[in-house]
Antibody, heavy 124, light 107 residues
């Protein structure tokens, strides 16, 4: 069964850091781009970051650039998101999502598998 | 930045057809993907590349894309189709862009 399971969310104070993890199974993880997508409470979906199959190329939304770092460990079938300098507006449910084959930038890119998400709350 | 605009809500009676629009500048030149999100659940891809369906998605779900509007059509609507629906495209300056979302209510 193809599955993505996120972990690492929680309550954190503004300005602090948090690291999210996503464990993948059921597909050849190191063939595919992977992404993080978030959803603030009661709001829509927002793409956060993507990484290519071999970590050779990475992209970020302007809202997180310079504060968040995406990475992956293909030996462990795992995706990560290091979040620094957190703000109240980063409060959201963070989803790990499987992208297309290879590169994270794809003109026909869609997200065909999603995890159940991990909640991040930034509040003092 | 590239913007995708959807109607906030669509209401439809069971057995009827629901049409959800996604407006964007020259969206017809892009590949459009659609996601269904039921309350408390993760999004599910229901249509990709304008009109293709992933395995396991009923034929009742179909899509089209032309000009400045893409459309997701749900035929013979069932109570279980009640959900939020999002369109999504790739844009070279905004990267992955999601629409504003449409809540489908089955009357």
């Amino acid at each position: 069964e193809v599955q993505l399971v996120e972990s690492g969310g929680g309550l954190v104070q503004p300005g602090r850091s948090l690291r999210l993890s996503c464990a993948a199974s059921g597909f050849t993880f190191d063939d595919y781009a992977m992404h993080w997508v978030r959803q603030a409470p009661g709001k829509g979906l927002e793409w956060v970051s993507g990484i290519s199959w071999n970590s050779g190329s990475i992209g970020y939304a302007d809202s997180v650039k310079g504060r968040f770092t995406i990475s992956r460990d293909n030996a462990k079938n795992s995706l990560y998101l290091q979040m620094n300098s957190l703000r109240a507006e980063d409060t959201a449910l963070y989803y790990c999502a499987k992208g297309g084959y290879g590169e994270w930038e794809q003109t026909r890119g869609a997200f065909d598998i999603w995890g159940q998400g991990t909640m991040v709350t930034v509040s003092s | 930045s590239y913007v995708l605009t959807q109607p906030p809500s669509v209401s439809v009676a069971p057995g009827q057809t629901a049409r959800i629009t996604c407006g964007g500048n020259n969206i017809g030149s892009k590949s459009v993907h659609w996601y269904q999100q039921k309350p408390g659940q993760a999004p599910v891809l229901v249509v990709y590349d304008d009109s293709d369906r992933p395995s396991g998605i009923p034929e009742r779900f179909s899509g089209s894309n032309s000009g400045n509007t893409a459309t997701l059509t749900i035929s013979r609507v069932e109570a279980g189709d009640e959900a939020d629906y999002y369109c999504q495209v790739w844009d070279s300056s905004s990267f992955y862009v999601f629409g504003t979302g449409t809540k489908v209510t089955v009357l």
